[in-house]
């Protein structure tokens, strides 16, 4: 089987193939076949956003916080960040399956795969940063104890960022399943491993100085952009800001996955009960980091440079089509030119690669038992099953934190043990109408990153830093849904569906400042909140129009909605939505499938969410 397909991203305004091929072969006896496909594509990505509004609020023990607190400030803004990314991604994808069947009880399985995922990144940003000292008097707007809008003098840092990375990932699995009367055995045995580094060294090339007067007007999430004008200044300018320096960087990583499962069930008669599970697990995860970091400075910091060091802006329409507006076009610095004129002798510290490296890895022991029910009731036919997983999970994380004045080894570790109820059933009401329900306590431990003791420092024009958490706790939720649905006609469905989660504790961002060497970091960290509850209701529909003469029997049509409904406790003063939930999203698919031709289309709207 082959397939060619093309999209077209709306803002990268490039057609992007991708080429698809499939083939199998079975021996005469029917025992042992093997299966190969291939895969390759291309997709090109623009993002304009505002990829950040800092926030700060009003220090007491300085003049300018007393100053904004005695005229009702409780919450300013610190800087306004518009972004353009563009991506150009190459993947090449090979997936190997063999399957060996010499009788009815015996079948092994070995599936293989590999990928390798080319990555150039080329992002260009500016900060409108302003000086809340500078405030011209009678220009600020306040809000419910938000400052939103003034006019003051500010600062900017200009920068484009160029990487290019390389992905190699592969897996390989294997798998035995044997039935010995009434039992069926089963173990599975994986390894995974998914490396990443630079195939080119990152370079950030940064300009950073004063923009001038400038006025600012901020509007509620979602409503609109910051709205940003420049009153002496022109971003286009190649000479307005002094360079400031170029940062390079080289990276690895590496991720490794070891699974290892036995299985084993049976079909039983105790009462409802008609089929018991049971099995163990192991699963260990490893993630090693290694960087080094060096900034250009040397025969560069604080010189003005003229248009040959630049490059034209490369779009037009940035972040067009929505209310608000900042300056949409601004000075491009052209990496090699800046290249050109650095140090070569300048060196990086041993200290900041320190804090930027580490080690983690995760066991996860595990047991579960489950059974099989069937039963009726009111006359209708229930199905479903109960069961309970038991999993002690070992985690240690090492690598470096920093005091203040240097970075010190450290060694994390943390053992816990969770137990997991689930069940789940099905009432068949009538020939075309079922309904479900189901609850289940379910954890989702945070990614190894998350979990590193990691510090990476980033000294714009506001000090930000950027961190790990060893001791963060998994996501740990109950959850339940109920759902009613109706088959009305081969292939075709209605479904709606009610849902809610009592979590008891989740994983967001938080922003917390931290001292090194005399200097205060705005850092950002994963920690844990409080409670937080989600609910909401899910509406699906699928028709195949099997009813319509030939060619036309192949086509079909689907779409989901989901509303989303959440609360959630980030400290004893702060209750606000859960970050990253989106109130409002649905899906549309048309889709042709008929012998062996099959074709889709489709169109996928998420609502903005909390970050």
């Not at 009538?430 to 590193?452: F, G, M, N, Y």
């Not at 129009?545 to 609360?567: M, R, S």
Request: hydrophobic residues 40%; charged residues 20%; without cysteine.
């Amino acid at each position: 089987a082959l397939s060619a397909t093309a999209s077209r991203p709306e803002l990268a305004d490039t057609t992007d193939p991708r080429l698809s091929g499939l083939a199998s072969w079975t021996n005469a006896e029917g025992t042992f076949g093997v299966l190969a496909a291939v895969v390759y594509d291309q997709r090109t990505l623009r993002q304009d956003r505002i990829t950040g509004v800092g926030w700060s609020y009003p220090n007491a023990g300085t003049a300018l916080g007393r100053n904004l607190i005695a005229q009702g400030v409780n919450l300013y803004a610190t800087n306004i960040r518009p972004t353009l990314e563009r991506e150009d991604r190459e993947r090449h994808g090979l997936v190997l399956s063999a399957q060996y069947r010499p009788s009815e009880a015996t079948e092994i399985t070995l599936d293989a795969s590999y990928t390798k995922l080319d990555d150039h990144y080329d992002e260009l940003t500016y900060s409108v940063d302003p000086d809340l000292s500078t405030l011209v008097a009678g220009s600020a707007v306040i809000k419910d104890g938000v400052m939103t809008g003034g006019t003051a003098n500010t600062n900017s840092q200009i920068g484009r960022e160029v990487s290019d990375l390389a992905h190699d990932n592969m897996m390989i699995a294997g798998k035995i399943r044997q039935t010995l009367e009434s039992w069926t055995l089963t173990a599975d045995l994986a390894y995974a491993r998914a490396y990443s580094e630079t195939s080119k060294p990152i370079t950030r090339t940064r300009l950073q100085g004063a923009l001038g007067q400038s006025t600012f007007n901020l509007t509620k999430a979602g409503d609109a952009l910051p709205d940003v004008k420049l009153l002496t200044a022109d971003l286009n300018n190649p000479s307005l800001l002094p360079f400031r320096r170029i940062e390079w960087r080289v990276n690895d990583a590496t991720d490794d996955e070891t699974a290892l499962q036995f299985d084993a069930e049976r079909p039983v008669a105790l009462g409802p009960v008609s089929r018991l599970q049971f099995g163990v697990k192991f699963r260990e995860r490893k993630r090693s980091y290694n960087r080094a970091d060096i900034n250009y400075t040397t025969n560069l910091t604080g010189k003005f440079f003229g248009a040959d060091y630049f490059d034209p802006f490369p779009v037009s329409g940035f972040l067009g089509g929505v209310d608000g507006g900042v300056p949409s076009t601004w000075a491009m610095p052209d990496p090699a030119a800046f290249w050109a004129l650095r140090d070569p002798n300048q060196r990086g510290t041993a200290r900041a690669d320190q804090r930027n490296s580490y080690r983690v890895s995760e066991k996860i022991g595990a047991g579960y038992a489950l059974g099989d029910l069937e039963a009726n009731l009111f006359g209708a036919a229930l199905r479903g099953q109960v069961g309970v997983r038991v999993a002690q999970t070992k985690q240690i994380s090492a690598g470096h934190a920093d005091n203040g004045t240097a970075a010190l080894p450290v060694r994390f570790q943390k053992i816990y043990t969770d137990v997991l109820p689930t069940a789940n059933f099905v009432l068949e009401l009538t020939d075309s109408l079922q309904a479900r329900v189901a609850a289940a306590k379910v954890i989702t431990r945070p990614s190894l990153a998350d979990l590193a003791p990691r510090l990476t420092l980033n000294s714009g024009t506001q000090l930000t830093a950027v961190g790990g958490n060893p001791l963060l706790k998994p996501f740990d939720a109950w959850q339940y849904d109920a759902t009613l649905e109706w088959y009305f006609a081969p292939g075709s469905a209605l479904v709606a569906g009610i849902f809610y989660k009592d979590i008891t504790t989740f994983v967001y961002s938080q922003k917390t400042n931290i001292v090194v060497d005399g200097q205060t970091y705005v850092l950002t960290s994963p920690t844990n909140g409080g409670n937080a509850k989600i609910k909401g209701l899910e509406l699906a529909y699928q028709h195949l129009f099997k009813q319509l003469p030939a060619p036309f029997d192949g086509l079909g049509f689907l779409a989901n909605y989901t509303f989303t409904d959440t609360e959630a406790t980030y400290s004893p003063t702060l209750k606000d939505e859960m970050v990253n939930v989106a109130k409002n999203s649905f899906n549309v698919t048309a889709f042709y499938e008929k012998d062996r031709f099959a074709a889709r289309a489709s169109y996928s709207w998420v609502d903005d969410v909390l970050q």
